[in-house]
């Protein structure tokens, strides 16, 4: 694990940061106390976190799967990316679609750090990592890395996997995942996945709590919230789910064992 000394130049380690926390929970070493005592406390209240943790990462392992498949796309946009680690975009798209060009985006400095050593080692430059605000998507749009490595003429696989929580009402999520869906031309697909209350809400309130005493933002949704990001476009089989239940490779004994809802849904036209 990384110790203060170690952080990155920029990066305040005394608050616990949503990328960090799932490094930890995924086994990386990219975190520091802050994360980990706050991933403690999130793995009191929801003993499963690290399954949960893991589910999404599969989840974002499956939809890409899809989209380079069946859907044929070629152009990644990965919004909230997280810290490079196995099954992550780059790694996935790296083996089914090798041709894909990736943009990576985040706006945790320390993904950058570590985006920036991995590039060192590949580059091929067909992943770029973009630091970038969600909330601000029409300027993540416009931001040149971004329009100059994806040709927006072409379907492009849109991934906002784990990160619209992180994302308080007052900052309109709905709006802004609008705004990104309309950029889109048809033929692209949007794979979103979300933590909700609906399966454990004593559990999930707890977690709450505890990110509210970190001073992290993590707003539970509801199947009919989440269901309403994905607009008017065509959603694929099965829809809305829990997560471990979309397009499983094996059915799980219990799909609701991790609470979050998740989906894929295609442009139409
Ligand atoms: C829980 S992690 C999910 C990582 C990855 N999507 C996955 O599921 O494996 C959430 C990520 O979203 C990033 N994030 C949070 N708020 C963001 C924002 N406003 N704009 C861009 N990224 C954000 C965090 O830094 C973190 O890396």
Redesign the pocket.
Known sequence: MTDQNAAPAGIDTSVA???RM?DYWLGGSSNFEADRELGKAFETAIPSIRTM?RE??RF?GRAIRQMAGEGGIRQFL??????PAAG?THSVTEIVAPDSRVVC????PI?QAHAKALMEKSPEGRTVYVQ????KPGELLAHPEVAGHLDFERPVGL?L???LM??KDQDRPWATVAALLDAMPPGSQVAI?HPTQDFNPEAMSEVVEAAARGQMTLVPRTRAQVSEFFGDWELLEPGVVPVMGWRPEEPPADPRAAYYWGGVARKKG
């Open positions: 940061h949503s990328a799932y943790a999404n990462r974002l990965d919004i909230g990316t997280g810290v992550d985006v985040d706006n945790d993904v970038a605000d969600l909330r991934l996997v784990a990160v992180l994302l996945t």
